[in-house]
Each structure stands twice: as C-alpha cells, then as structure tokens.
C-alpha cells in the first residue's frame, strides 16, 4: 500500500515535469516560428522547463518555507514539539525532519521537501498553542504519513511548477490589458504572438487550476490519517485536533493558490466552505473525524 | 547459445537483486533493535537528573526515590536479556509511583526543571514503545519476505534466519509481577 503510494507520488512528479515541458515547448515552438526560428524556440523552451524543473525539485522546499513565512526551530525552541516529532520519526522509520514555525494565529500545518531525508514540517503558532501533546501527536504523525509516502515530492512540484505558471499567467494575462495597447501602435504585428500566448494562457489557467485540486485527492487526505492512526495507535489525538482546528474561523494570511493543497486543512477558505465545498481540496473535516472514531 | 546467456543473465539479476533486498531489510531489523537500545540508555541518563530535581521537594519520600535509582542500577547491570526485561518493567513501575507521589507536591510540580525532565521522560517511554513497535514491523516484513516464493530460495541458500518479535524474545517480561500502588 505505502509502496504504491510512493510509485504513484514518484510517476505523477515525472508525468507532471514532462506535462510542463510538453506546454513550454509547445509555446516555444509557436513563438520561435513566429520570429522565424522555432527549433531555437523549442531550445529555449526546454532550457527553462529543466530549469524550472531542477528549481522545483532543489530548491522547492525553501521556496514553499520561504513564501509561507515559516522559521527554522531548534529543541530548546520547543523541547515538546521536537520530541513529539523525534518519537513519530522512530515509529515511521523515517529521519528526522526539519522543523518549521510560521507566526500565524491561523490553526495548520504541512510538510514538504523531495524525500524524507530532506523533508520539513512546518505548524503555525496557533496550532501549536491549541493542541495538547496526543493531539500534537496526531497531527505531526499526518505529516510524516506525507513524507513517508511521498505525497510532499508530488505536491511541492506541484505547488512550485504549477504554481509559478498559474501565478505568471496571472501576471502575464493583467500586463497584456496593460501594455497591449502601445506595442499595438508601434508595431501591428507585434501583439499577436503575446495575444497566443494570453490565450493560451487563459484557456490553460483555469487547468492548472483543476490539477492543482487533484493533486491533493480527498483520497490523499483520508489516507494520511489513517497511516497517523496506525503509526500512533490512538486515532482520538488527531480527531480531537481536527475538531480544535475546524472550530477555528480565521483564514491563515501566508496561505496561497500555489500553497493551499500542502496544508493538513484547507487554509483559505473559512469553515463553512471548507466543508460543504464540492471542489475543495480538502474532504470535509467532519468526515474525516467520524472516519478516525471509527477506527 | 544465446538464448540461454539471456537466461543466465536474468537468473543472475533477480538473485543479486533478491540477496540485497534480504540484506537490506536484515540491516533495518538490526537498526531497529539498536534504536531501542539507545532510547533505554537515554532513560538510564535521565534518571539521575530527574531524582536530584525532586530531592529537594520530597522530603518524606526517600523511599520511591531510592526504589528509582536502585531498579535504574539492576536494568544496567542485568545480564540476561530475561533479567534486563524484568528490571526494565521494575524501573517503569516505580517512575509510575514516583510522578503519582508527585503530584501532591505542588511546588515540584510547577518546577521549570522537574517539568522539562517529565517532559523528556514522557517522550523516551513513547519512544521506547515506538521503537519496539517499529522493530516488530521490520521483522514482520523480513521474516515475511524469508518466507515467501522466490526469495525464500535465496534466504535458505545464503542462511537468512528468521528473527524473533520483541515480545516472543522478552516474555519473562509478562511473568513479571506488577508493582501494586497502595
């Protein structure tokens, strides 16, 4: 089960990387002809989507830790954090990780990194405060469910590949309203590969967004608690501590589209969509409590 | 000719690839015994910390204090793997008396350092306990894998043996009286 986990999460990365340069070449291609070349479009193309790729896959923790604001601790920091964590890493198997605190009042926590000797858990200092020890417990032992079946290679691609698409073509598509206009009146040609490219871009915006939901299947999310209930065998720590963090209102500030689908709950969305919304990221809380009781 | 090179080559594959797997896993189970290993010591060295600390609260219980440091000294010296199951049961017991005795003590209670020590404690029996757990679990999958077809024609001829779950190897250890809280 947790092997296949790890095959599936290995074969989405390497489906997801090629899926990116298929598009990067594909845009390439088109722009390189347009300015008469489109073998060295092509070349550019795939410069950067290895690039983009090695980036991803590197240096995708810093850039996830970073954008989430997250601060390295040491065990005198939080001497029960660390020995919760340290206890669920002899259960796992797994080495220990680096541990993370983001200054947020928001109750949530995620991992990430490209293996698990190179993970990293992060929670937030609400969280932290909220929970007693089992409940601790129960969360930190969802993350290293993550880690353990490397759900935290897939979604870190994910969030950092995806992610930079989706906020470029953001970017991309304002500045074309933008600066379309005077490129027009110097050239008349020169809008049309932009005006492909914005497109393409506007039909494909919404996909990454579609990908990025799938990436955290509710599937994922069951299954990383049901691992936490048999690595801690007591499955009330982390039903209580899911319970704590849904009576929570308020919405985690460093949380964003590319960042949302690493977390234990659904960061940005309140309560009341958080459970009840279709194509949420996230299974609804309470059904993922009632599942821990039962077992 | 070839045909049959093909076969020798694919028979050669599948047998360094099956003995490495073997090894490998025979490699975690010995990590994980010596993971419960090092958490006892760790125990061992709390201990100390943890006496002095409520020393000068407890005036009036020497008694669970010296019980302490008496099974922490007969779980080091045990010799037998039958004498160390019992010591370490021992030990438990009376750090169970002790943090119950505790309790009435409320100065000690709120003390920064018996607070961090507890908070150690707590944290190595779990780690104790996961240990062992984790240890099962490699065994599980290595002594499943000895078993199984077609590695187990690789386990008997390189003589990869079956290794015994934590509980079978320390069953004294459930013979063991418990200590009774009066």
């Given amino acids: 089960m947790m092997y296949d986990r790890i095959a599936a999460n290995r074969r989405n990365s390497i489906i997801l990387v090629f899926g990116v340069m298929a598009f990067l070449v594909t845009l390439g291609y088109f722009l390189g002809e347009y300015y008469g070349n489109g073998y060295f479009g092509i070349g550019l193309a795939v410069v950067v989507g290895s690039v983009s790729a090695l980036v991803s896959y590197f240096g995708g923790r810093g850039v996830i830790l970073k954008i989430s604001r997250a601060k390295k601790i040491e065990k005198k920091d939080h001497p029960q954090l660390f020995n919760v964590v340290d206890e669920l890493a002899i259960a796992s198997g797994l080495p220990m990780p680096d541990i993370y605190v983001i200054q947020d009042s928001a109750p949530n926590a995620f991992a990430t990194g490209r293996d698990p000797g190179h993970a990293a858990v992060a929670i937030t200092t609400g969280l932290l405060d909220k929970l007693d020890r089992d409940e601790l417990q129960g969360v930190m032992a969802h993350e290293l469910s993550h880690v353990q079946n490397r759900d935290i290679l897939f979604s870190m691609m994910v969030g950092v590949m995806v992610g930079s698409i989706a906020l470029l073509s953001d970017f991309f598509l304002r500045s074309v309203f933008w600066g379309g206009g005077r490129k027009r009146s110097k050239n008349k040609g020169g809008s049309v590969p932009i005006m492909i490219i914005a497109l393409l871009l506007a039909i494909l915006a919404p996909i990454f967004a579609r990908i990025m939901q799938m990436a955290v299947s509710r599937q994922r999310e069951y299954l990383a608690d049901a691992s936490a209930a048999q690595m801690t065998r007591y499955p009330n720590g982390l039903a209580s501590a899911l319970k704590k963090i849904a009576e929570d209102p308020e919405v985690l500030e460093v949380a964003n589209r590319a960042t949302q689908h690493l977390y234990i709950v659904n960061p940005i969305k309140p309560f009341e969509k958080r459970a009840k919304s279709l194509f949420s990221t996230h299974p609804p809380i309470e059904e993922r409590i009632s599942r821990l009781l039962e077992m | ?182």
Wanted: with cysteine; charged share 25%; net charge negative.
């Fill in chain 2, 1 to 182: 000719m070839i045909v049959f090179l093909i076969v020798v080559i694919i028979v050669v594959v599948m047998v360094t690839g099956l003995y490495n797997t073997l090894v490998k896993l025979k490699k975690r189970c010995e990590n994980g015994w010596a993971q419960i290993d090092v958490q006892l010591k760790r125990r061992y060295d709390l201990i100390p910390n943890l006496v002095e600390t409520a020393k000068g609260y407890m005036k009036h219980e020497r008694e669970v204090l010296e019980n302490v440091t008496k099974a922490r000294q007969q779980a080091i010296d045990a010799s037998s793997v039958k004498d160390q199951a019992a010591a370490e049961n021992m030990l438990t017991s009376t750090l169970r008396t002790l943090f119950a005795v505790a309790e009435s003590y409320p100065d000690l209670k709120a003390n920064t350092n018996m607070l961090a020590v507890q908070e150690e404690l707590v944290s190595t029996e779990n780690k104790i306990s996961f240990a062992r757990q984790h240890f099962n679990d490699t065994v599980m999958a290595y002594n499943t894998k000895i078993e199984v077809f077609p590695s187990n024609i690789i386990a008997g001829m390189f003589n990869f043996v079956e290794r015994e779950f934590f509980e079978l190897e320390n069953e004294a250890e459930k013979e063991v009286p418990k200590v009774s809280f009066e």
